[in-house]
């Protein structure tokens, strides 16, 4: 497993940007991302088994995408991670980091829940 304890889950200051930015719809683009997310968590799975790069690497791009707007710091780095390794056609090798990814979520999720005192 790669060290996903090592850094911030969520970046403070983009968080409240974005919450600032969103107002009342912020709580709705939430439970948005974390389903999102759960659906190419599980996309992913079947990419990395199907040995599928390209959709790996689309996954992997949409995850760090969305994870950089709500400062999902571990989210988005290892979104990265995992788009690059399939950019070298690695897919097939990254089962745990893909389960790093489902770890992550579920921390970001603990954390912004605590923010938002739910």
Do not use: W
């Amino acid at each position: 497993m790669t060290a996903i304890t090592d850094d911030e889950i969520i970046n403070t200051e983009q968080f409240e940007d974005m919450r600032d930015l969103l107002e009342e719809d912020f709580v709705d683009l939430i439970q948005v991302y974390f389903n999102d997310c759960r659906r190419r968590i599980t996309e992913l799975r079947q990419a990395q088994q199907e040995e599928d790069n390209a959709k790996g690497f689309e996954l992997a791009h949409a995850l760090k995408g969305a994870s950089v707007n709500l400062g999902a710091t571990q989210m988005t780095r290892l979104g990265s991670q995992l788009q690059e390794l399939c950019r070298e056609h690695l897919i097939s090798e990254q089962a745990p980091l893909i389960e790093d990814i489902a770890i992550a979520l579920q921390r970001a999720e603990q954390d912004i829940n605590q923010r938002l005192g739910q």
